[in-house]
């Protein structure tokens, strides 16, 4: 298992990741799709508008305060 920081792999399986580990960006920009789907709710045309707009208020950094 190839991880980004040295050591990580040892990690115990019934304990949960350190955050410094979690990553939600993939260096690209979030889309709406992603918002909604972050969000839980299904893909429609209502939820995309609700997304863009979080994306225009928000910025790329929408989709961190959606996820935990």
Known sequence: ???SQPGA???SPDRATPDSLLHT????EVSPEDVVL???R???PRNLEWAKRKIDKEGQSAIERLLP
């Open 25 to 28: 960006r993939t260096g690209t």
């Open 38 to 40: 972050a969000a839980g």
């Open 42 to 44: 299904d893909l429609t």
């Open 9 to 11: 792999a040892r990690l």
């Open 1 to 3: 298992m190839s991880t």
